[in-house]
């Protein structure tokens, strides 16, 4: 019953054009789940359960068995308590957020439009665009392409498009990171997040190789590579149409666009240099450049490592545990209300994982309400009170996991 053209919401399989066509939202998140089961999607982006009785009779193609044996009550009830906080219709971005999107994007444009119209390849000046660069990911793409920024679609789309300008794909992105991993976080077969390699064990059912007994330490220099691996993969997947799981069939109308957009990135960051650079070495224009993705890749994977990866951290391997308890279990949080301005709210990724679709300028205000619903339930909620802790925390962790045992 479930195909490629279909999406399933409880029990109930509906035709996922016709429902993409009449989603609030826009259609580009109903087509990402398109062959597969949405109901927890719903459920954590709506805040509420899907209102079958609206839908036509036109929509529902039939039935099929619930992936969810039973409702997660205790979500609801969390659901419940931020919105007597934090109604749906206040969850998204105020208008003193768009300063922060016009300081960035203006920084960012300026920066490399000076970089290049003065042929100034230096290494400090590409270090700090890539900064740029991985706040504009943290801050903007991140929000957007979750739908979080706006009730408006077009707005969330047009900054979402923001993630292909820093040489990413929000296609890509968006069925790596909200239909895979922000469903499935931690899940031992289904994260694509915890894939890991021979140099990295981030799964504990993945076999073990020497190397990874040194993962504790060599993490963080490899790290420095993400910046250079996810512009290639990001090719690549688009290409395939696949990352870790096939893509939906309603995206590939996005492929062309897509690879335009690395095609634009290539040639700002590959061609332009060769043409414009005034240092005599091609060489040495291209060694400059490096520190772009350097920078840049390190600093977006850096805070995402840390906050999945501490000691206690659960994983998940298709238990029948509910939504709320999983994604506490696997998430952590860091800091506090600064950071979360700078890093646009990804050190409180609890609060972020169980309401996507909350702008991150409200973490700060739900993370106590959400720490003593858990508490109060037994639910571990792992705050750190420093980076540094955190990262102890992270390089303990990844020597356990990189022991044989």
């Not at 997660?72 to 219709?89: G, K, N, Q």
Request: glycine share 8%; with cysteine; aromatic share 14%.
């Amino acid at each position: 019953m479930l195909s490629g053209k279909t999406i399933q919401i409880d029990d109930i399989v509906y035709d996922a054009d016709a429902l993409a066509n009449i989603h609030p939202g826009g259609p580009l998140f109903v087509q990402a789940f398109a062959g597969r089961d949405a109901t927890t999607a719903f459920l954590s982006y709506h805040r509420r359960e899907f209102p079958h009785h609206k839908m036509t009779d036109e929509m529902k193609i039939g039935n099929a068995s619930p992936l969810q044996k039973k409702k997660d009550t205790e979500y609801l009830e969390l659901c419940a308590l931020v919105e007597t906080i934090l109604p749906r219709t206040k969850s998204f971005a105020p208008v003193s957020y768009h300063a922060k999107v016009l300081f960035l994007l203006c920084a960012s444009f300026g920066l490399e439009f000076y970089i290049h119209r003065n042929g100034m390849y230096t290494w400090y000046l590409t270090g700090l665009l890539g900064w740029l660069f991985a706040l504009i990911g943290l801050n903007i793409q991140h929000d957007a392409n979750h739908g979080a920024i706006s009730r408006n679609p077009s707005v969330n789309r047009m900054l979402g498009l923001s993630q292909n300008w820093i040489g990413g794909s929000a296609i890509d992105w968006i069925h790596q990171h909200v239909v895979q991993h922000h469903i499935e976080t931690n899940n031992v077969d289904k994260d694509p997040d915890i894939v890991g390699n021979a140099l990295l064990r981030f799964n504990p059912t993945k076999p073990f190789t020497t190397i990874q007994g040194f993962q504790h330490i060599s993490l963080f220099f490899l790290l420095t590579l993400f910046g250079f691996t996810y512009i290639v993969d990001s090719v690549k997947h688009n290409v395939e149409q696949f990352h870790f799981t096939k893509y939906s069939g309603l995206l590939y109308r996005y492929r062309d666009q897509e690879l335009a957009s690395m095609l634009v990135f290539a040639v700002r960051w590959l061609v332009l240099p060769g043409v414009l650079s005034t240092t005599s070495s091609i060489t040495e224009t291209y060694i400059n450049i490096a520190p772009l993705f350097i920078v840049g890749g390190t600093y977006l994977s850096f805070f995402f490592v840390i906050s999945h990866n501490f000691e206690g951290v659960q994983y998940d391997n298709n238990s029948d545990v509910g939504f709320l308890r999983k994604q506490v279990a696997s998430s952590s949080n860091v800091g506090g209300r600064w950071l979360c301005f700078i890093n646009g709210g990804l050190n409180y990724q609890i609060e972020h994982h169980l309401f996507p679709r909350v702008s991150h300028i409200h973490y700060p205000t739900i993370a106590p309400f959400v720490k003593e619903f858990c508490h109060s339930r037994g639910i571990p909620y792992v705050h750190f009170p420093t980076i540094w802790d955190n990262v102890l925390s992270c390089s303990r962790h990844m020597y356990i996991m990189g022991q044989k045992r």
